[in-house]
């Protein structure tokens, strides 16, 4: 776990060094433990691609990788929207894969940043109301 | 995008700046200066990034109305000299944690993007100096460099015109070939044919970064004008002028080996 979404296995800490958890990571934490089936979770400013902060993922699912492709996703359906005419704001994208869900959440926040939430679940055991409400909850908590 | 998301080889990463490698290595505290910018180390993470090409954090934090100039200054003058600007703000309840942090993250990512930027000038490095911002979030310098080198490669591979990094932004004047998004359309409303990318980035309040990636799908779709012009189309007339003055007749006997040709493969 860093702050710039590097997986740790990539990003060995010297020994001696420990940095205590940043607000990000404490809320995406959070997010993990409160919604059942969470299999990984990332913050990302989606003008330039970054994970700000990404928790668990794996060699199944690297998030920095998510976090950069996800933006194209956004990106399209805000372009679609002006095609279409729909002045309306994007709330949440959710994609149903086989066996996952993935969950972007669009922050709204005070300066409006162009950041979103993005959530990898289980689907066999992630209710997706519950999660979905949840993602909403740890928005509020992140104060951005 | 996926060119711009492959993480280079581990040789290649530490290519910027030998210097910051031996830095990290010996976990030193001070200020790396460059010719576009200074990274700021403490314990040999990186604190902060300063860079004239990229706004700072209060322009940041000021230009979106999170937070009163006033405000911003009230934390300079009382907490600066003690070096903890960043704890002012949030213990007087003017920013919040998660929102500092990351838009201190945004800044700092954004001026090393410029400090680590490739060039000939020299590095040097003053040894225990600190930023008046204080501490917010350290990151890894190896993280500070991948992430610069992912920004180079993923400008490339929007549209590979570094010119337009720092060139007046000009409109076109035909439609673009996409929609645009409301933030491409925010910046574009600020194109005047003087204002630079940096420019449009401080008026607003977003990263210097942020700006170029959308100047470069600007010029990609057609919406803003590539500083050089493209090269002149061939010119066909007179090609198709001096190939009639050639060819007197057209070869009767080529073109049935041609079309029998054709005919066989397809």
């Known amino acids: 776990m860093t702050g710039t979404g590097t997986p740790s296995r990539n990003s060995p800490r010297r020994k001696g060094t420990t940095t205590p958890m940043s607000n990000t990571e404490t809320t995406l934490k959070e997010a993990m433990t409160s919604i059942e089936g969470a299999l990984g979770a990332a913050l990302v400013d989606y003008s330039s691609g970054m994970a700000l902060g990404t928790l668990g993922g794996g060699k199944e699912l690297d998030l920095s990788v998510a976090a950069a492709g996800n933006t194209d996703v956004v990106r399209a359906k805000l372009r679609t929207m002006e095609m279409l005419g729909l002045k309306d704001e994007i709330e949440d994208i959710l994609i149903t894969l086989g066996t996952q869900y993935h969950l972007i959440r669009l922050l709204k926040g005070r300066g409006n940043n162009g950041l979103f939430l993005y959530l990898a679940l289980d689907n066999k055991r992630a209710n997706l109301a519950m999660a979905r409400h949840q993602l909403k909850k740890i928005e509020d908590a992140l104060e951005v | ?266």
């Open chain 2, 1 to 266: 995008m996926s060119t711009a998301i492959q993480k280079p080889p581990q040789e290649a990463r530490h290519g910027v700046s030998p210097m910051l490698v031996r830095l990290v290595t010996e976990r030193a505290t001070g200020a790396l200066l460059r010719d576009r910018g200074t990274l700021y180390l403490c314990d040999g993470q990186v604190v902060h990034a300063e860079s004239p090409a990229a706004p700072g954090i209060d322009v940041l934090l000021t230009a979106a109305g999170r937070l009163r100039p006033e405000g911003w200054q009230e934390a300079v003058d009382r907490a600066g000299p003690r070096g903890r600007v960043g704890r002012f703000l949030v213990e007087s309840g003017q920013v919040g944690d998660g929102e500092l942090e990351i838009c201190h993250l945004g800044a700092l990512h954004d001026a090393a993007f410029f400090a680590l930027a490739p060039s000939s000038g020299p590095t040097r490095f003053r040894y225990g100096v600190a930023h008046w911002m204080g501490p917010v979030r350290p990151v890894p310098a190896e993280a500070v460099e991948r992430e610069a080198a992912r920004r180079r490669e993923l400008l490339e591979a929007i549209w590979p015109c570094p010119d337009l990094d720092t060139a007046p932004v000009v409109r076109s004047t035909r439609p673009p070939d996409a929609p645009l998004t409301p933030r491409q359309r925010a910046v574009l409303a600020l194109a005047d044919g003087a204002r630079t990318p940096l420019d449009i980035a401080r008026l607003l309040g977003r990263p210097a970064f942020h700006t170029l990636v959308d100047m470069r799908r600007l010029a990609a779709v057609g919406a803003v004008e590539s500083p050089r012009a493209p090269a002149p189309p061939p010119d066909t007339h007179a090609w198709a002028a001096r190939m009639a003055a050639e060819t007197t007749a057209p070869d009767v006997a080529l073109l049935r080996r041609l079309r029998d040709a054709l005919e066989a493969t397809l």
